[in-house]
Each structure stands twice: as structure tokens, then as C-alpha cells.
């Protein structure tokens, strides 16, 4: 009797995106052909990798003893976890908790600051090689990882091979792996997302059982653990959430018998990924915030970035100890909340014609100032028939109608419909003196604003509130940016009316106060003092989720800010093509760099296949529609669905930085670039193994679990060979350029300059 072999199941049975599908012959659309390759070369392969791996990320990481780029903000960051002092980033803490972690476990107390590239480690005693070495086991674990994502989407051995060699062998991997950095947390924690669920999908067929539980779990977990390093992370919590969408949709057809689910049993699926994808994700990134929150319980460095509210929250906090209510008729320093510059003005005045030949009102400057100065004074004065009047002592108070006078030029705060200097949208901010136009007096009233979220009633304080001050008449607040004035406005910082009331550049602060009652608080009356404590705010204590939303919404708003240019910063179409890299250490005296670059070879290369995918794809389904079948069905499904996965992931880590207005890097194209290599890997065996596969080659029959047929066929020795020679090539590049890599000395200059293959590599001592 003949032994019946099963057809593996189809897209319409299965109901699934099939991206795994063991599709390796066009001759015989009903059959697998899969490429042989014992187990056993595959644990061999796997050690080889990792070993490679291991020793270009370690290799001489001592070197150089002194501070690197970015080692400045994330080495500092990890000094006051230890020291348990708040500081600001606009990133999520996980990479800089387990930075701190590692300093911890090898005896860093974090007294060193890493202030600036360059310093030296062995001078300040650091434990850098220690620090660097924890750190770098992350990058050490990318080329592994990406191994076995090879191995369980089913791809061949060479093929596996040599997407690892080109992720080992990656220029800008190694540089970024070898430092102090985060990038080798986020790349691991978001591959190791991928493999899991790669494992998870082969498991589609075995639901519910440990290993489908366990790697679905494995899933969510370092999904959160990706979107705690940075909110990129969230570009592959993108790419999953769309596998997860196509696989639900296919488990709702009803039409997949004899495979169709009953709906009790849909939602059971649908309740396990909410869980696993959902739940888990969430739950660990809120709890690196819980431990964030709790260790940095002492006053820091990033106290100004909070609200007031946050800042009472801190053990010596200056909120708590330098805070005073403020009353009228005291003198007052008003600061910028941005960018720590004081409400300034002086006898100059404005040009009466601007560059662009608008006229101005010549009226007397007002400026932002960045240190302590007399003409920084201000007089707080009430409007007249004010409530508090008949008050011994009269506080200011939310909502109130106030005028600020100017101490040395005895002139009042105003705002005029004239245009400011550097914004024409904006107006011009001056003062005027005490004999104007008694028609012009409302222009002078400021009402103070408390921000969103603060007390909404009560005293106002010094250094214990964000406040806006909104002009009576026109409607605008006091407005600064980083913009400095031209020669006639000695630099300084410009400040104007802004009519977008809540903009966050309208945020100030009262710094220091002034006042006969402040000076003498013993001396003042007992039944003032009481009637102080009635209309004080009462300050309530912020929980958990108060703190996360604020600090959240504050990260949100500072990465929007990042804008300011960056000698090496880049744009995102200049990435595939590597026309810019980024200086990491110079030492002039030795013409010594340490530059991050990709290898040429591998990136040009995948540019080629990132055309050629796209090509095949459009090419193949404008023949389908025409009824011309050059693909097999199986070998289509497996190009949409295995290297469609691939290249959808791709362009999600690539594509939304276009639309991104802050100032951007090559390191971010590093988790876009691994994808683009499994691609490479992905058109190779396409090529070589699926178009151009021999007639005649050694098959050897096996009969799976499932009862089906499948046909192991010898991998082409013309494959091996392409694969070691491209290898050997990708190799070779990174030895070439080795020397930027690891910041070591050229035994001659001509060395260095034949290094520069462009113009725009921004390659020290060069010129």
C-alpha cells in the first residue's frame, strides 16, 4: 500500500502569515526541499560566532584610557544612580540602570563626573576597562542572536553564516559595542524580541503548550526591555504588533478547516498575546521607572526639569528650603525655565530699523541674561484697588493683575503690537517709563499663571512654581528662545510676546525675592503670619503614576527639543549610503580617531539588494496579474512572507526618522542595517538556491512529526564559495578600517589620508 505524503498546509488553511515556509525547490511546487546541514555543524558554526563576536568587541577595549563621546552623559548618568542624585534624559532609565548596575558589581562608587571627552580614566582611578567590558557583553551577544534568528526562520547554513560575518564584522557595531553606550542594550534586547517570537510563530501549531507560553512571554518581556533602553523601541513593538494583527486575523477564518477555531478559543488566543504582548511590556517599563524613582531620592542635577510639585518630592530639594511666598512691592529675578536666563533690561535701546528693514519701536531693550546682575531686578507692584490692600503684607497670588517695574531704569514691563527683532510673528517686548501715556496703562498689567497641573488657588512662590505672565491687553506671555541678538543687543538672549499661551517656552520661575518681611520674619505681625498660612497651598505628595506622567511627558518634550546642530549629526538619507560617520576621540599629538563608520562593502551591498527586493516584488506581481506565474506559490509565499518580514522590519527602523525633527546620528541606522543584512542573506539564497538550484541534486527523504514528506537536498558547493568569498571581502574591509575602530596610531600618515574614501568623512588630520 502506498504511503500517503501529506501537502504542507497551505496560506488559506493555515489561516497564518507564513514567513517560515521550508520552501527550497521550484520544480515541485508540492514537496519542501529543504538544504541539509547536521546539527552538529550548526553547534559548530554557532561557537565560531560567538567567539568571533567576542573578540572583535574585547579587543584591546582598553584602549584609549580616556573618555569617549557619548561614555560623557551615559558614565554620568550611571555616577549618580550610585550616588542616588535625580538627574534628567530624554531616554527611558533601563540602559542607564543596567550601566549603573555593572559600575555597582565592579566597585565604581561613582565619584567621577565624565565631563568631558578626553578626560582621563586612569587619573581619576575609574574602572573603566571593568565598566566598558559589562557593557560590551550586550554588543557581544548581537552577532549570536542574529545567528539563531537565521536558523529558526529556516534559512540554510552558509546563509546564516553569512549574515553573522556581516553583523561580526560591521564596522560601526564594533565601535559602538566597545564603549560605554546604549545602543548595544537596545539592538540586543530588540533582536532577541525577534528570535523569540520566530520561535513562537514555529510553535503556532502547538498552542498553548510551555514552549508556546515560554516564548511568547520571552516575547513581551524584551519587547518591554527594548522600550526601556529608548523610545525607538517602539519601532519594533510596531513590527511585532503587525505580525500579531495578521496572525489574529488569519485564527478569526473561519474557513481554515479543518483548522478553524471556535470563537471561546479565539479569544483564549487573543487573551494570551494581550497578556504576553500587552500587559507584560507595559508592566516592566513602568516598573524601571519604579526603581528609577527610588533610587535617585536626593536632590540632583535635574531638579530644574521637573515642576516644583516633583521637586518637593526630593530629600534637599531647594524647592523645600528656598522657597518663600513672594508679596508685593518686593524686588524679584525673574528665570527662563528653558534656558536659565534672567528677565533682563538695560538704558540700550532697539536699532530703528532692523537687517530686513522693519522699523522697530526704539524702545528700551529687554533681554535674556544668563548671570546674576543688578539690571536683572525687578518691583513687583499691584494693580490699584487691590484685593489685598488693606493687608499689613499682600502676597501675589494666582490670577492676580500685576506690573513689574524695573529697579535701575525705573520703567515698566510692556508689550506692544510691534514686532520683535527675530521673530515677526512675535511682539517686541520693552519697557516705558513712569510718565507715559496714561492711556497706555493696561498695556503694563501682566496676569500670573500657574502651569497645568499646579495649584490652581493660593500664594505664589519663589522657585516653587513654572509660572506664565500674560499680558491684559494683547493676550501674549513673556516668550524667550536660544536666538541671541545681533552686536546691538550685546548677544544676549532674545524675549518677546508670544501669542501661543501655551507654549513651553513661556515658562518662568521667580528666583530670588526681596522684602522688609522676608528679611525680618520675627518681626512680622502674629495675625499676618496666620493669615499666610490660610492662603498657602496646601502641597500634596505625588504618587507613582503622577510622577511617571510627568516625567514621561517632559522626556517627550525635551527629544522633540533636541534641534541644535551637531558637527556629526546626519539624515536618514544619507545612511544606506554612508556618506557621514561620527568622530567618537581625536588625539591630535599621535593623529589618533576613533570614527564610527559602517563597512563600505556590506552597506553597499545592501542598498543593491534593498532595490532588487522591491524590483522582484513589483516585477512578480504585475506578471501574476497577467496570469504569468514565474514564482511558485510556495516560493512566493516564502519571498512575501520570510524575507517580506525582514524587509518590513527594515524599513520601520529606517523609514520614521525622516519625519523626525531632532538632530540625528548614524548609530541610529545600526538596528536597520541588521535587518538589511538578513535581507542580503534572504535574496542570496532566493538567488542561489531557489531560481538557480541544480537539476540534478542529492536528495535524502525523511518523514517529519506532522507525517510529511520533506527532501533534504546537499547545499551547492558554488553557494559556499560565493558565501566564504563575500565573506573574506567583509573581512577584509573591516581590517582595512580597523584602525578608526579601535583608535589605533598609523605607522604613516599616507595611511591615514588612504582611509578617506569621501570627501564628506569627517576624518581628523586629513586635510
Known amino acids: 500500500m502506498k504511503k500517503r505524503t501529506q501537502e504542507p498546509e497551505s496560506p488559506k488553511k493555515s489561516g497564518l502569515s507564513e514567513f517560515n515556509v521550508d520552501i527550497k525547490s521550484i520544480k515541485n511546487p508540492n514537496v519542501l526541499l529543504q538544504p541539509k546541514a547536521e546539527k552538529s555543524s550548526w553547534n559548530i558554526a554557532f561557537i565560531v560566532v560567538t567567539l568571533l563576536s567576542f573578540i572583535t568587541r574585547y579587543y584591546k577595549i582598553n584602549e584609549p584610557n580616556q573618555v569617549v563621546f557619548d561614555e560623557v552623559h551615559f558614565g554620568k548618568f550611571a555616577s549618580y544612580y550610585l550616588r542616588r542624585t535625580f538627574y534628567f534624559d530624554v531616554h527611558p532609565p533601563l540602559g542607564r540602570l543596567i550601566v549603573a548596575l555593572v559600575g555597582y558589581l565592579v566597585g565604581y562608587d561613582g565619584h567621577f563626573d565624565f565631563e568631558n571627552i578626553g578626560d582621563s580614566y586612569i587619573d581619576n582611578k575609574v574602572p573603566y ?41 560591521d564596522n560601526g557595531l564594533v565601535t559602538q559595542s566597545r564603549l560605554i553606550l546604549l545602543d548595544n542594550m537596545l539592538i540586543l534586547f530588540c533582536f532577541c524580541t525577534i528570535l523569540f517570537w520566530v520561535k513562537f510563530w514555529n510553535e503556532r501549531k502547538n498552542p498553548f503548550t510551555p514552549k508556546w507560553w515560554i516564548n511568547l512571554t520571552l516575547t513581551g518581556v524584551f519587547l518591554g526591555c527594548t522600550l526601556g533602553v529608548k523610545l525607538v523601541g ?36 487573543f487573551g494570551a498575546r494581550a497578556l504576553c504582548l500587552i500587559a507584560i511590556p507595559l508592566s516592566l517599563y513602568l516598573s ?11 536632590s540632583g542635577p535635574g531638579d530644574g526639569f521637573m515642576s516644583p510639585r516633583f521637586q518637593r518630592s526630593l530629600q534637599g530639594s531647594e524647592i523645600v528650603k528656598l522657597s518663600v511666598a513672594v508679596p508685593y512691592y518686593a524686588n524679584i529675578t525673574i528665570k527662563h525655565k528653558d534656558t536659565d536666563v534672567y528677565l533682563h533690561s538695560h538704558p540700550h535701546r532697539y536699532p530703528l530699523r532692523y537687517k530686513d528693514q522693519r522699523v522697530s519701536s526704539q524702545g528700551q531693550q529687554v533681554t535674556g541674561y544668563p548671570y546674576a546682575d543688578e539690571n536683572n531686578v525687578w518691583f513687583v507692584i499691584p494693580k490699584p484697588h487691590n484685593k489685598y490692600a ?32 527675530l521673530m515677526s510673528t512675535n511682539m517686541e517686548m520693552t519697557t516705558q517709563a513712569k510718565s507715559m501715556d496714561p492711556n497706555r496703562y493696561d498695556e503694563t498689567l501682566w496676569r500670573v499663571e500657574l502651569l497645568a497641573g499646579g495649584d490652581k488657588t493660593g500664594v505664589i512662590r519663589s522657585r516653587g512654581q513654572h509660572l506664565r505672565f500674560v499680558n491684559y491687553v494683547h493676550n501674549v506671555a513673556i516668550y524667550s528662545h536660544i536666538s541671541k541678538l545681533p552686536e546691538w543687543g550685546f548677544k544676549q538672549q532674545e524675549v518677546n510676546g508670544e501669542k501661543k499661551i501655551m507654549d513651553r517656552l513661556n515658562v518662568w520661575t521667580i528666583e530670588t525675592v526681596q522684602h522688609e518681611t522676608i528679611k525680618n520674619e520675627a518681626e512680622t505681625a502674629a495675625e499676618e503670619a496666620e493669615e499666610l498660612k490660610k492662603i498657602l497651598p496646601k502641597v500634596k505628595k505625588m504618587n507613582f503614576f503622577s510622577k511617571y506622567i510627568e516625567l514621561q511627558g517632559v522626556m517627550l518634550s525635551q527629544n522633540n ?74 516560493v512566493r509565499i516564502w519571498w512575501d512572507r520570510t524575507a517580506g518580514f525582514l524587509f518590513i522590519g527594515y524599513l520601520l527602523h529606517y523609514l520614521p526618522f525622516f519625519i523626525m525633527g531632532r538632530s540625528l546620528f548614524l548609530h541610529h541606522y ?18 542561489f538556491l531557489y531560481v538557480f538550484i541544480p537539476q540534478e541534486t542529492e536528495k535524502k527523504s525523511i518523514t517529519t512529526k506532522e507525517n510529511k514528506v520533506i527532501y533534504q537536498a546537499q547545499i551547492p558547493k558554488y553557494y559556499w564559495i560565493i558565501i566564504g568569498v563575500v565573506s573574506l571581502i567583509t573581512f577584509g574591509i573591516f581590517i582595512y578600517f580597523s584602525p578608526i575602530i579601535y583608535g589605533f596610531k598609523f605607522s604613516s600618515h599616507d595611511q591615514l589620508v588612504s582611509r578617506k574614501w569621501l570627501k564628506t568623512w569627517d576624518l581628523q588630520f586629513t586635510s
Open 390 to 421: 488693606d493687608k499689613m503684607v499682600s502676597y501675589v497670588q494666582v490670577g492676580d493683575l500685576v506690573r513689574f517695574r524695573h529697579i535701575k531704569t525705573d520703567s515698566y514691563l510692556i508689550t506692544h503690537d510691534v514686532a520683535s527683532p
Open 234 to 269: 517602539l519601532l519594533v513593538i510596531a513590527l511585532v504588533g503587525i505580525a500579531t494583527l495578521i496572525d489574529l486575523w488569519g485564527l478569526l477564518d473561519i474557513n481554515r478547516k479543518p483548522y478553524a477555531l471556535s470563537i471561546n478559543r479565539f479569544w483564549q488566543h
Open 670 to 687: 545600526l538596528p536597520a542595517s541588521i535587518f538589511g543584512f538578513m535581507i542580503v542573506g534572504a535574496l542570496f539564497e532566493f538567488i
Open 288 to 298: 524601571f521607572f519604579a526603581i528609577h524613582f527610588h533610587i535617585l531620592k536626593y
Open 129 to 169: 576597562i571593568r565598566l566598558r567590558s559589562g557593557i560590551a557583553l550586550f554588543g557581544a551577544l548581537i552577532p549570536p542572536v542574529v545567528f539563531l534568528i537565521m536558523k529558526n526562520m529556516r534559512f540554510s547554513l552558509p546563509t546564516a553564516i553569512l549574515v553573522a560575518a556581516m553583523t561580526i564584522f
Open 561 to 634: 527639543a533636541l534641534t541644535k546642530p551637531h558637527p556629526y549629526q546626519s539624515r536618514p538619507q544619507s545612511w544606506p549610503v554612508l556618506t557621514r560617520g561620527i568622530s567618537f576621540w581625536e588625539n591630535k599629538e599621535t593623529e589618533q580617531q576613533i570614527y564610527l563608520l559602517g563597512n563600505p562593502f556590506t552597506y553597499f551591498i545592501s542598498l543593491i539588494v534593498y532595490i532588487s527586493y522591491c524590483s522582484i516584488w513589483i516585477v512578480d506581481r504585475l506578471l501574476e496579474h497577467r496570469g504569468i506565474n514565474q514564482l511558485y506559490t510556495k
